[in-house]
Protein backbone atom coordinates (compact mmCIF):
# COMPACT_ATOMS: atom_id res chain seq x y z
CA UNK A 1 0.00 0.00 0.00
CA UNK A 2 1.21 3.25 -0.96
CA UNK A 3 0.71 6.47 0.93
CA UNK A 4 -1.06 9.50 -0.87
CA UNK A 5 -0.47 13.16 -1.18
CA UNK A 6 -2.41 13.72 1.79
CA UNK A 7 -1.40 11.29 3.84
CA UNK A 8 2.15 12.95 3.69
CA UNK A 9 1.34 16.20 4.08
CA UNK A 10 -0.67 15.22 7.50
CA UNK A 11 2.38 13.35 8.99
CA UNK A 12 4.58 16.49 8.11
CA UNK A 13 2.08 18.76 10.01
CA UNK A 14 2.04 16.25 13.42
CA UNK A 15 5.86 16.22 13.49
CA UNK A 16 5.80 20.45 12.92
CA UNK A 17 3.33 20.29 15.59
CA UNK A 18 5.08 18.07 17.97
CA UNK A 19 8.20 20.24 17.47
CA UNK A 20 6.75 23.35 18.33
CA UNK A 21 5.19 22.38 21.29
CA UNK A 22 8.77 21.51 22.79
CA UNK A 23 10.93 23.89 24.07
CA UNK A 24 13.46 25.14 22.07
CA UNK A 25 16.66 25.89 24.58
CA UNK A 26 16.95 21.86 25.69
CA UNK A 27 20.14 20.70 26.94
CA UNK A 28 22.01 18.28 24.53
CA UNK A 29 22.29 15.57 27.09
CA UNK A 30 19.73 14.74 29.64
CA UNK A 31 20.79 12.66 33.14
CA UNK A 32 17.93 10.24 33.83
CA UNK A 33 17.70 9.39 37.44
CA UNK A 34 18.13 5.61 37.97
CA UNK A 35 14.37 4.61 39.06
CA UNK A 36 12.32 2.15 37.60
CA UNK A 37 9.42 4.68 36.18
CA UNK A 38 12.65 6.48 34.63
CA UNK A 39 14.23 2.95 33.51
CA UNK A 40 10.51 2.64 31.85
CA UNK A 41 10.33 5.91 30.10
CA UNK A 42 13.56 5.82 28.82
CA UNK A 43 13.50 2.38 26.76
CA UNK A 44 13.20 3.23 23.36
CA UNK A 45 9.52 2.18 21.49
CA UNK A 46 9.62 -0.16 18.90
CA UNK A 47 10.31 1.91 15.52
CA UNK A 48 6.87 2.49 13.50
CA UNK A 49 7.41 0.62 10.25
CA UNK A 50 5.94 1.44 7.08
CA UNK A 51 3.83 -1.44 5.01
CA UNK A 52 7.25 -1.49 2.75
CA UNK A 53 9.19 -2.15 5.46
CA UNK A 54 11.07 0.92 5.47
CA UNK A 55 10.53 3.48 8.74
CA UNK A 56 9.18 6.82 8.92
CA UNK A 57 11.87 9.16 9.80
CA UNK A 58 9.20 11.73 11.03
CA UNK A 59 8.16 9.08 12.88
CA UNK A 60 11.54 8.76 14.25
CA UNK A 61 12.02 12.27 15.41
CA UNK A 62 8.86 12.64 17.14
CA UNK A 63 9.04 9.34 19.23
CA UNK A 64 13.09 10.84 20.25
CA UNK A 65 11.58 14.03 21.64
CA UNK A 66 8.41 12.59 23.12
CA UNK A 67 10.58 10.58 24.81
CA UNK A 68 12.71 13.41 26.11
CA UNK A 69 9.70 15.26 26.98
CA UNK A 70 8.40 12.79 28.78
CA UNK A 71 11.61 12.92 30.88
CA UNK A 72 11.66 16.31 31.10
CA UNK A 73 7.98 17.19 32.09
CA UNK A 74 7.16 13.65 34.22
CA UNK A 75 5.73 15.90 37.00
CA UNK A 76 2.69 17.25 34.65
CA UNK A 77 3.53 20.88 34.16
CA UNK A 78 3.34 22.57 30.44
CA UNK A 79 6.78 23.45 28.76
CA UNK A 80 5.52 27.06 29.52
CA UNK A 81 5.52 26.35 32.99
CA UNK A 82 9.30 25.18 32.76
CA UNK A 83 12.23 27.06 33.83
CA UNK A 84 14.66 26.20 30.64
CA UNK A 85 18.18 26.40 31.23
CA UNK A 86 20.22 29.17 30.33
CA UNK A 87 23.23 29.29 28.36
CA UNK A 88 26.38 30.76 30.39
CA UNK A 89 27.35 33.89 28.30
CA UNK A 90 30.90 33.47 26.46
CA UNK A 91 33.85 34.67 28.22
CA UNK A 92 35.31 37.69 26.28
CA UNK A 93 37.76 36.66 24.45
CA UNK A 94 39.85 40.33 24.10
CA UNK A 95 41.33 41.13 27.44
CA UNK A 96 42.44 44.53 26.27
CA UNK A 97 38.65 45.28 25.61
CA UNK A 98 38.00 43.96 29.21
CA UNK A 99 39.97 46.05 30.64
CA UNK A 100 38.52 49.35 28.78
CA UNK A 101 35.18 48.04 29.87
CA UNK A 102 36.40 47.81 33.76
CA UNK A 103 37.85 50.88 33.68
CA UNK A 104 34.60 52.54 31.57
CA UNK A 105 32.49 51.34 34.79
CA UNK A 106 35.28 52.46 37.67
CA UNK A 107 33.85 55.56 39.50
CA UNK A 108 37.52 57.33 38.86
CA UNK A 109 37.12 56.64 34.83
CA UNK A 110 35.07 58.63 32.25
CA UNK A 111 34.15 57.45 28.74
CA UNK A 112 34.94 60.25 26.18
CA UNK A 113 32.54 60.37 22.82
CA UNK A 114 34.71 58.12 20.88
CA UNK A 115 35.55 55.46 23.72
CA UNK A 116 38.88 56.93 25.02
CA UNK A 117 38.94 56.33 28.95
CA UNK A 118 40.19 59.27 30.82
CA UNK A 119 40.67 59.99 34.73
CA UNK A 120 37.49 61.72 36.25
CA UNK A 121 39.25 65.25 37.95
CA UNK A 122 37.40 66.31 40.88
CA UNK A 123 37.62 70.43 41.00
CA UNK A 124 37.36 72.01 44.48
CA UNK A 125 34.04 74.15 44.73
CA UNK A 126 36.03 77.55 45.31
CA UNK A 127 37.51 76.67 42.23
CA UNK A 128 34.55 76.74 40.15
CA UNK A 129 33.49 79.78 41.69
CA UNK A 130 36.77 81.42 40.35
CA UNK A 131 36.12 80.12 37.10
CA UNK A 132 32.38 81.32 37.06
CA UNK A 133 33.81 84.27 37.55
CA UNK A 134 36.30 84.62 35.28
CA UNK A 135 34.08 83.86 32.58
CA UNK A 136 31.13 86.38 33.08
CA UNK A 137 34.13 89.19 33.10
CA UNK A 138 36.39 87.55 29.66
CA UNK A 139 33.22 86.14 27.92
CA UNK A 140 33.03 82.22 27.27
CA UNK A 141 36.31 81.92 24.99
CA UNK A 142 38.44 83.77 27.46
CA UNK A 143 42.00 85.47 26.55
CA UNK A 144 40.57 87.50 24.70
CA UNK A 145 43.26 90.24 24.77
CA UNK A 146 45.51 91.33 21.93
CA UNK A 147 48.17 88.88 20.88
CA UNK A 148 45.87 86.66 22.38
CA UNK A 149 46.75 83.60 19.99
CA UNK A 150 50.36 82.95 21.67
CA UNK A 151 49.14 82.90 25.44
CA UNK A 152 47.74 79.36 26.65
CA UNK A 153 44.65 79.09 28.36
CA UNK A 154 44.24 76.08 29.86
CA UNK A 155 41.16 74.03 30.56
CA UNK A 156 39.88 74.41 34.20
CA UNK A 157 40.26 70.04 33.99
CA UNK A 158 43.38 70.40 32.30
CA UNK A 159 44.91 73.14 34.71
CA UNK A 160 43.73 70.73 37.88
CA UNK A 161 45.48 67.72 36.01
CA UNK A 162 48.78 69.81 36.49
CA UNK A 163 48.08 71.18 39.90
CA UNK A 164 47.23 67.03 40.98
CA UNK A 165 50.53 66.15 39.11
CA UNK A 166 52.51 68.60 40.80
CA UNK A 167 51.49 67.56 44.21
CA UNK A 168 52.04 64.13 43.56
CA UNK A 169 55.84 65.06 42.41
CA UNK A 170 56.82 68.20 43.94
CA UNK A 171 55.33 68.94 47.04
CA UNK A 172 52.89 71.27 46.03
CA UNK A 173 51.02 72.89 49.07
CA UNK A 174 49.75 75.99 51.07
CA UNK A 175 53.08 76.52 51.85
CA UNK A 176 54.30 76.96 48.34
CA UNK A 177 55.07 79.97 46.37
CA UNK A 178 53.94 80.20 43.03
CA UNK A 179 55.36 82.44 39.96
CA UNK A 180 53.79 82.48 36.51
CA UNK A 181 55.64 84.24 34.01
CA UNK A 182 52.94 85.83 31.39
CA UNK A 183 50.18 85.37 33.14
CA UNK A 184 47.71 86.79 31.07
CA UNK A 185 44.31 86.83 32.34
CA UNK A 186 45.63 84.92 35.23
CA UNK A 187 43.68 81.55 35.54
CA UNK A 188 46.58 79.29 36.64
CA UNK A 189 47.53 82.13 39.73
CA UNK A 190 44.01 82.34 41.04
CA UNK A 191 43.57 78.14 40.43
CA UNK A 192 46.76 77.65 42.76
CA UNK A 193 45.39 80.68 45.11
CA UNK A 194 42.43 78.26 45.95
CA UNK A 195 43.80 74.07 45.33
CA UNK A 196 46.42 74.16 47.17
CA UNK A 197 45.60 77.77 48.56
CA UNK A 198 49.72 78.56 47.82
CA UNK A 199 51.20 81.28 50.13
CA UNK A 200 51.66 83.55 47.42
CA UNK A 201 50.63 83.39 44.22
CA UNK A 202 51.92 85.99 41.39
CA UNK A 203 51.55 86.54 37.79
CA UNK A 204 53.86 89.04 35.59
CA UNK A 205 52.55 89.97 31.90
CA UNK A 206 54.37 92.63 29.95
CA UNK A 207 51.24 92.67 27.57
CA UNK A 208 49.06 96.17 29.01
CA UNK A 209 46.04 95.38 28.09
CA UNK A 210 46.36 91.12 29.19
CA UNK A 211 47.48 92.52 32.48
CA UNK A 212 44.20 95.01 32.75
CA UNK A 213 41.37 91.86 31.94
CA UNK A 214 43.52 89.50 34.63
CA UNK A 215 43.33 92.82 37.21
CA UNK A 216 39.40 93.05 36.55
CA UNK A 217 39.63 89.40 36.85
CA UNK A 218 41.38 89.41 39.73
CA UNK A 219 39.24 92.53 41.40
CA UNK A 220 36.13 90.46 40.77
CA UNK A 221 37.09 87.22 42.89
CA UNK A 222 38.81 89.88 45.73
CA UNK A 223 34.66 91.12 45.87
CA UNK A 224 33.88 87.30 45.91
CA UNK A 225 36.05 86.81 48.77
CA UNK A 226 34.88 90.02 50.67
CA UNK A 227 30.92 89.02 50.95
CA UNK A 228 31.46 85.29 51.44
CA UNK A 229 30.66 83.48 54.58
CA UNK A 230 33.77 82.32 56.57
CA UNK A 231 31.68 79.25 58.55
CA UNK A 232 31.76 77.36 55.25
CA UNK A 233 33.80 74.63 54.50
CA UNK A 234 37.72 75.26 53.35
CA UNK A 235 37.28 73.92 49.97
CA UNK A 236 34.56 76.57 49.69
CA UNK A 237 36.13 79.58 50.72
CA UNK A 238 37.83 81.87 47.51
CA UNK A 239 41.33 82.35 48.90
CA UNK A 240 42.88 86.17 48.26
CA UNK A 241 46.73 85.38 48.22
CA UNK A 242 47.29 86.71 44.55
CA UNK A 243 48.39 89.68 42.91
CA UNK A 244 49.76 90.37 39.70
CA UNK A 245 52.33 92.99 37.72
CA UNK A 246 52.21 94.78 34.42
CA UNK A 247 56.27 94.11 34.05
CA UNK A 248 59.08 92.57 32.23
CA UNK A 249 60.42 88.96 33.75
CA UNK A 250 63.78 90.55 31.94
CA UNK A 251 64.31 93.02 34.61
CA UNK A 252 64.45 90.57 37.34
CA UNK A 253 67.80 88.77 37.83
CA UNK A 254 66.22 85.29 39.99
CA UNK A 255 63.51 83.68 40.88
CA UNK A 256 63.41 83.87 44.43
CA UNK A 257 61.13 83.42 46.59
CA UNK A 258 59.58 81.67 44.46
CA UNK A 259 59.14 77.44 45.18
CA UNK A 260 57.44 76.66 41.66
CA UNK A 261 57.99 78.48 38.53
CA UNK A 262 55.15 78.08 36.08
CA UNK A 263 55.23 79.21 32.15
CA UNK A 264 53.13 78.62 29.23
CA UNK A 265 56.54 78.75 26.91
CA UNK A 266 55.19 77.68 23.71
CA UNK A 267 54.68 81.62 22.59
CA UNK A 268 58.03 82.53 24.47
CA UNK A 269 60.06 84.47 21.96
CA UNK A 270 63.76 83.21 20.99
CA UNK A 271 65.71 85.78 22.77
CA UNK A 272 64.37 85.33 26.12
CA UNK A 273 65.26 82.05 26.56
CA UNK A 274 69.04 82.47 27.10
CA UNK A 275 67.93 85.08 30.09
CA UNK A 276 65.53 82.91 31.67
CA UNK A 277 67.96 80.13 31.72
CA UNK A 278 69.97 82.98 33.80
CA UNK A 279 67.48 83.28 36.15
CA UNK A 280 66.82 79.72 36.77
CA UNK A 281 70.64 78.73 37.44
CA UNK A 282 70.92 81.61 39.53
CA UNK A 283 67.86 81.06 41.94
CA UNK A 284 67.13 78.59 44.60
CA UNK A 285 63.43 77.59 43.24
CA UNK A 286 63.12 73.90 43.24
CA UNK A 287 60.90 73.08 40.78
CA UNK A 288 59.54 74.25 37.14
CA UNK A 289 56.21 73.38 34.72
CA UNK A 290 56.31 73.98 31.43
CA UNK A 291 55.28 73.13 27.73
CA UNK A 292 58.83 72.72 26.13
CA UNK A 293 61.02 69.41 26.11
CA UNK A 294 63.83 68.10 27.89
CA UNK A 295 65.62 68.63 24.58
CA UNK A 296 64.85 72.46 24.39
CA UNK A 297 65.02 72.95 28.41
CA UNK A 298 68.46 70.95 29.21
CA UNK A 299 70.52 70.34 25.54
CA UNK A 300 69.49 73.80 23.75
CA UNK A 301 69.19 76.55 26.67
CA UNK A 302 71.28 74.69 29.34
CA UNK A 303 68.59 74.72 32.38
CA UNK A 304 69.97 72.73 35.75
CA UNK A 305 66.74 70.70 35.75
CA UNK A 306 65.97 67.08 35.36
CA UNK A 307 62.43 65.97 34.12
CA UNK A 308 60.14 64.48 36.56
CA UNK A 309 57.16 63.58 34.57
CA UNK A 310 55.03 64.96 31.69
CA UNK A 311 51.20 64.57 30.69
CA UNK A 312 48.60 66.23 27.93
CA UNK A 313 46.38 68.94 28.59
CA UNK A 314 44.02 70.57 26.66
CA UNK A 315 43.25 74.34 26.11
CA UNK A 316 40.46 76.64 26.60
CA UNK A 317 37.97 77.05 23.46
CA UNK A 318 40.38 75.02 20.60
CA UNK A 319 40.84 71.97 22.34
CA UNK A 320 44.25 72.09 20.93
CA UNK A 321 46.84 69.79 23.16
CA UNK A 322 49.70 70.55 24.32
CA UNK A 323 52.47 68.47 26.56
CA UNK A 324 52.83 69.97 29.86
CA UNK A 325 56.46 69.00 31.56
CA UNK A 326 57.05 68.59 35.21
CA UNK A 327 61.05 69.26 36.50
CA UNK A 328 63.20 69.79 39.48
CA UNK A 329 66.28 71.46 39.82
CA UNK A 330 69.11 68.83 38.91
CA UNK A 331 70.78 67.86 42.61
CA UNK A 332 73.94 68.76 41.68
CA UNK A 333 73.12 72.02 41.40
CA UNK A 334 70.73 71.92 44.03
CA UNK A 335 71.02 75.29 46.46
CA UNK A 336 69.88 76.13 49.78
CA UNK A 337 66.70 77.90 50.01
CA UNK A 338 66.89 81.73 49.53
CA UNK A 339 66.30 84.44 51.97
CA UNK A 340 65.81 87.24 50.00
CA UNK A 341 63.48 88.05 47.08
CA UNK A 342 64.72 89.83 43.69
CA UNK A 343 63.48 93.67 43.69
CA UNK A 344 60.83 93.19 40.97
CA UNK A 345 58.59 90.75 43.03
CA UNK A 346 59.40 92.72 46.17
CA UNK A 347 56.18 94.78 46.86
CA UNK A 348 53.86 92.29 45.79
CA UNK A 349 55.43 89.81 48.05
CA UNK A 350 55.29 92.05 51.31
CA UNK A 351 51.81 92.81 50.63
CA UNK A 352 50.64 89.46 50.06
CA UNK A 353 52.24 87.44 52.61
CA UNK A 354 50.49 89.63 55.35
CA UNK A 355 47.33 87.65 54.55
CA UNK A 356 45.25 91.11 54.62
CA UNK A 357 42.07 90.74 52.17
CA UNK A 358 41.11 94.46 52.69
CA UNK A 359 45.02 95.63 51.52
CA UNK A 360 45.22 93.72 48.99
CA UNK A 361 41.25 94.34 47.65
CA UNK A 362 42.03 98.26 47.94
CA UNK A 363 45.23 98.03 46.00
CA UNK A 364 44.07 95.77 43.25
CA UNK A 365 41.28 98.46 42.69
CA UNK A 366 43.51 101.20 42.83
CA UNK A 367 45.53 99.96 40.59
CA UNK A 368 42.79 99.03 38.16
CA UNK A 369 41.11 102.59 38.20
CA UNK A 370 44.37 104.69 37.53
CA UNK A 371 45.66 101.55 35.02
CA UNK A 372 42.06 102.38 33.53
CA UNK A 373 42.50 106.50 33.80
CA UNK A 374 45.72 106.87 31.91
CA UNK A 375 45.07 104.79 29.14
CA UNK A 376 44.75 106.62 26.17
CA UNK A 377 43.74 104.21 23.11
CA UNK A 378 44.45 104.54 19.73
CA UNK A 379 44.05 108.17 18.26
CA UNK A 380 40.78 109.68 17.19
CA UNK A 381 39.73 112.32 15.09
CA UNK A 382 38.43 114.67 17.79
CA UNK A 383 42.35 113.77 19.32
CA UNK A 384 43.90 115.20 16.60
CA UNK A 385 41.73 118.65 16.35
CA UNK A 386 42.67 118.89 20.15
CA UNK A 387 45.90 118.62 19.85
CA UNK A 388 46.34 121.23 17.02
Known amino acids: MVKTGKQESAKKKSVRKARASLPKNLPREVEYPSTDEDAAIAQPRESIVTPSGARSQGAAVAEERHDVQKALFRDGTSASQQVHPVTPARPIRHPQKQQQQQEADSPTKRKLLFGRIVDEVTVRENVRQVYSIVRKLTGSIGGNGSSGPIYGELTMGSMQKVINAMIEHTKFNKSSRFIDVGSGIGKPNLHVAQDPGVEFSYGIE???????????????????????NLDEQDTEIIQHRCMFDCGDISEAESFDPFTHVYMFSCGFPPGLWGHLS???????????ICYSGPRHMITDWDFDLELLTRLPTSMHGSKEGHMAYIYRRAPKTTRPQAAVCDP??????????GNNLDLIKNVVHDKLMEAMNTKTGPATRSKRKVSK
Not at 209 to 224: F, H, K
Not at 278 to 288: L, P
Not at 344 to 353: E, I, S, T
Open 206 to 228: VEHDRWLLGMTCLNGVLEAASKQ
Open 278 to 288: DMWNDSSSQYM
Open 344 to 353: LFQAAWDMVK
